[in-house]
């Protein structure tokens, strides 16, 4: 095989993920711990919760504007003139007022309590609906660190089993090398058929080397996804297994509990409230406001005095009206996008489905072409210890049954990672 062929296979089976394990030197974590360790670590999924933060805090400060606010207010005023004068009083004397001081001071305690503000209420009811939303979202974040979880890891155990079936074939072209040169000396092969063996065991060292580099490619790649650092003799080890797959409708059903599609519900719902808040904006608010103001310059009343008072406010312009179309359109995106959610949902299972299907498919077809590999290899051995066949038949039904192992575990990888894939895009758990 071609140094380029063979490297093409490796990088596509690395790509599209790994399924055959061997024996565990030390146990590798399961998946579930990587894909947790992702959810925390990974930047797109913190920069989602921080949303929810920002949300919430929207959400407080959009109460908070219904809730009493106090007003306090202090000043200093120097005027020009000071002006005094004597007014009569109740009871036939004067006494003096000051209408205006050289130093004036100026207090003012204010209380304003939102009796009434429809408005301000949907618009409450909106931010709560944009923190729910917002979580939904890091839920649908969540599931895209897990595809990139779930490939990474794959991407790592699948490099771990073609390094285990590169050293295998590399142990397989040494002995063949031995019995080469065993033959040789006894002058019943060539020197060529020695070159040729010779020739095969390197090839078989560079496939090696190949393979340990896309094992540390991988490693470093889970880390950047996860800040776990797997070492370079752990492993794992599963079966993979050619039934139990539930049925199409079995994921399907479950489309309605999907994070993509109740986001998209939910902003439904909030588009509908921002309508409400915006239709609302033409009814007045109410509100009630007492204040007392103390002065040192109080001409004819008194230094210090109290009112309360119930103020009722509309504001009526055409950017209103404007604002109201925009809540409209708003809606109907919404909408829209609820639609096509719940399109790329099916969709999306769908895909994952076929690729199950096309796997399990090429699984079989793959463990039968080992059988044969395998079988084809142990007759051209026996044939060319028998001096019946050429050392070129040996190193080539070799190298059939390597890349005979190779295509088997790609196509045990492929279908691992499609069944993995199908639960996340579902929305099940890795075990459902």
Do not use: C
Request: no cysteine.
């Amino acid at each position: 095989m071609a140094p380029s062929l063979r490297k093409s296979i490796l990088v596509s089976l690395i790509l599209l993920l790994g399924g055959f394990r061997t024996a565990p030197a030390n146990a590798m974590p399961p998946i579930e711990t990587f894909l947790a360790a992702g959810r925390e670590y990974a930047v797109d999924q913190r920069v989602a919760n921080q949303r929810v933060e920002v949300r919430q805090a929207e959400r407080a400060e959009a109460s908070g504007r219904l809730l009493p606010a106090i007003n306090i207010q202090g000043g200093y005023t120097r005027n020009q003139y000071n002006i005094e004068t004597q007014i009569p009083t109740s009871s036939g004397g004067t006494r003096g007022i000051v209408i205006s001081a050289y130093n004036q001071l100026d207090a003012l305690f204010q209380l304003e309590v939102p009796m009434l503000d429809l408005a301000q209420l949907r618009r409450i009811e909106a931010a709560r609906l944009g923190v729910d939303a917002a979580r939904l979202d890091t839920e649908v974040v969540g599931l895209d660190v897990d595809r990139q979880v779930v490939r990474a890891y794959y991407q790592m155990v699948g490099a771990d089993a073609v390094a285990a079936s590169a050293r295998e074939a590399e142990r397989v072209a040494r002995e063949n090398l031995r019995v080469v040169e065993s033959r040789v000396t006894a002058g019943l092969a060539s020197s060529l058929d020695r070159e040729r063996a010779a020739a095969e065991v390197e090839a078989r060292v560079q496939t090696v080397a190949e393979s340990d580099l896309l094992r540390r490619q991988a490693r470093r790649q889970i880390r950047a996804l996860t800040n776990l650092t797997v070492a370079e003799d752990d492993t794992t080890t599963f079966d993979v297994a050619l039934e139990g797959d539930p049925p199409l409708d079995h994921f399907v059903s479950a489309i309605d509990r999907l994070p993509t599609v109740r986001a998209s519900e939910t902003r439904i719902e909030l588009a509908r409230a921002q309508q409400r808040a915006a239709r609302s904006a033409f009814v007045p608010t109410i509100s009630g406001l007492a204040q007392e103001r103390i002065t040192n310059v109080y001409g004819f009343s008194y230094p210090r005095q109290w009112l309360v008072q119930v103020v009722a406010r509309v504001r009526l312009d055409f950017s209103k009206s404007a604002q109201i179309d925009i809540a409209d359109a708003n809606a109907a995106l919404a909408s829209l996008e609820e639609e096509r959610a719940r399109i790329n949902a099916r969709d999306g299972i769908e895909n994952a489905y076929d690729q199950v299907v096309a796997n399990l498919a090429r699984t079989q077809a793959a463990r039968a072409q080992v059988v044969a590999a395998t079988q084809a290899a142990d007759v051209a051995n026996q044939r060319y210890g028998v001096g019946s066949a050429s050392q070129l038949e040996v190193v080539q039904a070799n190298r059939d049954k390597f890349a005979a192992e190779v295509q088997r575990v790609q196509a045990e990888a492929e279908l691992e990672f499609a069944r993995a894939l199908l639960r996340i895009v579902a929305g099940f758990g890795m075990d459902e």
